[in-house]
């Protein structure tokens, strides 16, 4: 079997074509060649654009015989994908924040800001347990730990948030190539 | 402007179907016989899409019948179309409305191409 049939038949099962249609698809399929082989005649006299992209092709003709929905299956794992993509995206954003704090908030807190804001204390400290923000502050008093800090978080943001941009770039892409077209006068990728 | 392939292809788009069905008018056909028929005829496919899937949208609009038989030329049983009853009526209508296209076009074209003395 050539190739090119093989890679059909796995696109036809990749689909959940039945093995009959797939066997009969593929006998066809491979009957033409051959012949056209014979003769002298290109593959691609035979299939058109078909012969470059197999995958296409194949799903073209399966859905233009109506054995399977152009409408592309939803894999289980779609919004799996989806609620991944989400959480690192929070995530990252959330990392976002804490280093803009650690950078921005805490050098001008020390001042004035973080005194304003913070006068009373959010809850009542219990001696030796809670802690007021004014004493976190003073506590935490190192300014080049904390922009160390800072920068840290940012850069698990930013690179966070580029994986994720990437991810979600490649399962887009990969989903939109397995979309059918249902008007199908010619294959969708003519 | 349409570049003068992506012209064809569109133009190959509307038609191919119709051409489909002339050549089953023929004689009942499998699908690499198709494509000789059409061949034989001046139109190549190379550069556009393939039959198969538009035989397939044929055969599920019942404009087309199909029954498997050993190959003329002793080769393995092939899928042989041929045309319905409902194929036929879609061809002699496909054929008028191509017609009428094709004069309506001709005549707009023509002009210009006087105009422009092409």
């Known amino acids: 079997m050539s190739e090119f049939v093989e890679a059909c038949r ?29 003769d002298g005649v290109s593959p691609e006299e035979v299939l058109g654009n078909g012969i470059f992209d197999p995958t296409a092709f194949a799903a073209s003709w399966a859905v233009a015989r109506g054995i399977v929905s152009a409408t592309p299956r939803v894999s289980p794992a779609t919004p799996r994908r989806t609620w991944a993509l989400a959480a690192a995206a929070l995530a990252s954003a959330a990392a976002a924040m804490v280093g803009l704090l650690i950078l921005v908030v805490r050098p001008m807190g020390s001042v004035s800001v973080a005194a304003a804001a913070f006068r009373r204390p959010l809850i009542r400290p219990i001696p030796g347990i809670f802690m007021t923000p004014q004493r976190i502050f003073s506590v935490h008093s190192d300014h080049g730990l904390d922009l160390l800090g800072g920068l840290l978080f940012m850069a698990a943001a930013l690179i966070g948030l580029g994986v ?9 892409t990969r989903r939109r190539r397995s979309g059918l077209d249902d008007d199908i006068g010619m294959p969708s990728y003519l | 402007m349409v570049e003068s392939g992506g012209r064809r292809t569109q133009l190959l788009r509307g038609v191919l179907d119709l051409c489909l069905l002339a050549v089953m008018g023929e004689g009942s056909a499998y699908g690499y016989e198709m494509t000789k028929r059409l061949r034989a005829r001046g139109l190549s496919i190379v550069g556009e899409g393939s039959i198969y899937p538009l035989l397939g949208r044929l055969e599920r609009d019942g404009l087309v019948d199909t029954h498997r038989a ?7 049983p092939r899928k042989y179309y041929e045309l319905s009853r409902q194929g036929r009526k879609a061809l002699t209508a496909g054929i008028h409305e191509w017609e009428e296209t094709r004069d309506a076009v001709d005549a707009v074209l023509g002009l210009a191409a006087a105009e422009v003395g092409a």
Request: no cysteine; net charge negative.
């Open chain 1, 164 to 172: 994720t941009f990437w991810l979600w770039r490649s399962w887009s």
């Open chain 1, 10 to 38: 796995k696109e036809w099962s990749r689909l959940g074509v039945s093995e009959n249609l797939s066997n009969e698809m593929a006998a066809d399929l491979e009957a033409d060649l051959a012949e056209a082989r014979a």
């Open chain 2, 70 to 76: 050993a190959s003329k030329n002793g080769g393995p």
